[in-house]
């Protein structure tokens, strides 16, 4: 209720201000607040380009684009005092998250959580095992933005876009800025990040690091709920570009990334009065190291309309766990990825056209279980046009994949828009998504305990969406409203199999569906008053019952102060999650079904620049000390308070 009282607020505020937004529009300075422009399908932001929305080189200008999608700034990662990229997510329409110590999944539109592309700095880094990226092991970098996408890209990105694409950019930066603060349960996270650059080149480097003792996250019971997990987690990039002359710009991106920290297990053994639940799970830990990189060039050739863009990826990561009374494991993960993209842009006539070559090599070996690496292999084309008018804009894209293990896919997109008034655009946009069983699916993880299916199939999603866009007072604010709808097919999901219940993957006959509304509304009020809503209701069902982890209503609010000359400035963020349904592994084998009951989380922030550049901060996170589950039994963080101080030259 509190979540529904604040909207309606803000809503009031918005509706008393209208007559004097345009002024204060006018007045207002956008280069200092960093919320000017609006994105399609969602809130306004600073940033005119959605650069992942087309394989075209120089992305998709906001207002131009045919499906939904949402771009947070890096001003507005600051006013809400982000550390945790999952948190921020969570203020995104269709985006569900849930996380525990060791994992954090991101479902988008009722999709799984192995159905996002996830990009960092234009690299792919999910887990080729899992198929997966822990969202909770992305910290956020000074001056970093997210882009989302939200539904099926495959005809862009392939096999891992099937619910959409989360793409986090760590930015350029001039200068050096750094950020130091202190909260509960001995936390420590600091950030730094220098930058500087000439006539031809640029360079930027960037570190950021947390520590925390943490706290519980079992349930009080059986003299459990008392271990505290801690976590301990390191990031150092750096990007260069050099031109080397008019039309040749070279690029190069690294990141390297470690996290360590405690996890519990629940307990499996029959008989126990903790039978399924969470439990203290003493000297059971994780270590996640990954190393990524990315080299590239540009050439613009006809006068810079046709463009042509040559790229080399490849990323490690390693994962370990340690469970004494469990079944620890080690893995190797690595994926080599070399892509030629060539667009020419027929410039007057608003025409442009994309052809692209993607090669993948993905590999996956669990030390002491396989011993033996696994691949996967393809090579896909891709096809995009576009048209931009005055009126209306028009994209399709097709991709074919040639994989070696799966028969070979092709997917689609098309989408229009059309500008009925000023400020009035409807749009729709339709397209189909191929996910392919990860390597873990197909080759098992625990011998004896989690086996493969070498006879899985990807699984088919078939959506489409339509939404409106409504802009008022000049652009000072914008109200957007989306349904969509899709259908999935062959979901891969777990068998337990008698009389062991070892857990092996299998396709399932029968569909599952999501449809849904995704409500965005945004406004900047004068100079000092930022409001940003969403809210998003969700049926996802999978042979009409529904699906865990995807609550049918999720929302949040965030509402930003600013003093006059950016002296000062207050946030406060308040996010809904509605009830829903997890599986119960406490009833046995195979699991029963839980209800997670709906919470609200309320975050409050401020700072204050003493001198110029430098600037006292501080927060409250779960204000309201919620006690809440993202994952039955798996007690989420309570009440936390943090102050620090940042500097910038």
């Known amino acids: 209720m509190k979540i529904y009282l604040l909207c309606s607020a803000a809503l009031a505020a918005v509706a008393t201000h209208a007559p004097a937004l345009a002024q204060d529009r006018a007045d207002a300075d956008c280069a200092q607040s960093g919320d000017c422009a609006v994105t399609t399908g969602s809130e306004p932001s600073g940033d005119g380009i959605i650069v992942t929305a087309s394989r075209q080189q120089d992305g998709v200008v906001i207002e131009d684009f045919t499906g939904s999608a949402t771009v947070i700034t890096a001003r507005q990662i600051e006013n809400r005092q982000t550390r945790n990229i999952e948190d921020v997510l969570r203020d995104v329409p269709g985006v569900a998250v849930a996380s525990t110590p060791g994992q954090t999944q991101i479902r988008v539109r009722g999709t799984e959580a192995n159905h996002i592309l996830v990009l960092v700095d234009g690299i792919e880094v999910s887990d080729p095992g899992s198929g997966e990226y822990d969202l909770g092991t992305l910290q956020a970098e000074i001056g970093a933005r997210i882009e989302v996408l939200r539904g099926p890209q495959s005809a862009l990105y392939g096999s891992e876009a099937v619910g959409g694409v989360i793409a986090y950019d760590s930015g350029t930066y001039d200068g050096l800025g750094a950020r130091i603060e202190f909260g509960t349960n001995t936390t420590v996270n600091g ?226 828009g059309v500008n009925l008034t000023d400020s009035l655009r409807v749009r729709a946009a339709m397209g189909t998504g191929v996910k392919n069983p990860t390597l873990s699916e197909l080759f098992g993880f625990f011998d004896g305990v989690f086996v493969g299916n070498a006879d899985l199939q990807p699984e088919e999603l078939v959506s489409w969406e339509a939404g409106v866009d409504q802009s008022f007072a000049d652009g000072a604010a914008r109200l957007s409203v989306t349904y969509f709808n899709g259908d999935l097919e062959n979901e891969i999901d777990t068998a337990f199999l008698p009389p062991d219940f070892v857990a092996q993957p299998f396709n399932r006959t029968s569909t599952s569906t999501q449809q849904g509304v995704e409500v965005a509304f945004a406004a900047q009020l004068g100079t000092q008053w930022d409001v940003n809503l969403a809210y998003t209701y969700l049926d996802a069902e ?106 910038e030259f």
């Open 542 to 647: 999978e042979d009409g019952v529904t699906e865990v982890r995807r609550p049918q209503d999720t929302a949040s609010a965030a509402v930003t102060w600013t003093a006059p000359s950016d002296k000062a400035a207050a946030t406060l963020v308040v996010r809904y999650n509605g009830e829903a349904t997890d599986s119960d592994f406490t009833v046995g084998f195979p699991p029963g079904v839980a209800t997670l009951d709906d919470y609200t989380l309320v975050n409050l922030n401020a700072r204050y620049e003493i001198v110029q550049g430098i600037n006292l901060f501080g927060r409250v996170e779960n204000l309201l000390d919620e006690t809440y589950e993202q994952v039955f039994t798996f007690v989420s963080p309570g009440r936390q308070f943090v102050a620090g101080i940042s500097a």
């Open 191 to 416: 950030a730094a990040r220098w930058g500087t650059g000439g006539d031809v080149w640029d360079v930027s480097l960037s570190a950021a690091v947390v520590s925390t003792d943490g706290e519980p996250n079992a349930r009080e019971i059986a003299g459990n709920g008392v271990r505290d997990l801690g976590r301990d987690s390191y990031t150092l990039s750096g990007k260069a570009n050099l031109d080397l002359g008019e039309n040749l710009r070279l690029r190069a991106v690294g990141r390297y990334v470690r996290t360590q920290g405690d996890f519990n297990e629940q307990d499996f053994a029959f008989g126990s009065p903790t039978y399924g639940f969470v439990i203290d799970s003493p000297g059971t830990d994780f270590d996640n190291e990954s190393l990524s990189g990315l080299i590239g060039a540009r050439l613009e050739l006809a006068d810079g309309a046709w463009v042509n863009d040559v790229s080399v990826q490849y990323t490690d990561a390693n994962r370990q766990t340690n469970q004494p009374t469990g079944f620890p494991s080690s893995t190797t993960s690595d994926r080599l990825k070399a892509s030629y993209v060539s667009t020419y842009d027929f410039g007057g006539s608003d025409h442009a056209v994309t052809f692209a070559v993607d090669y993948e090599l993905e590999g996956f070996n669990n030390v002491g279980t396989f011993n033996d690496r696994k691949q996967s292999e393809t090579l896909s084309f891709v096809g995009e046009y576009r048209y931009t008018g005055e009126l209306f804009d028009v994209t399709a894209a097709m991709r074919h994949d040639s994989n070696d293990l799966f028969d070979d896919a092709t997917t689609f997109r098309f989408g229009a």
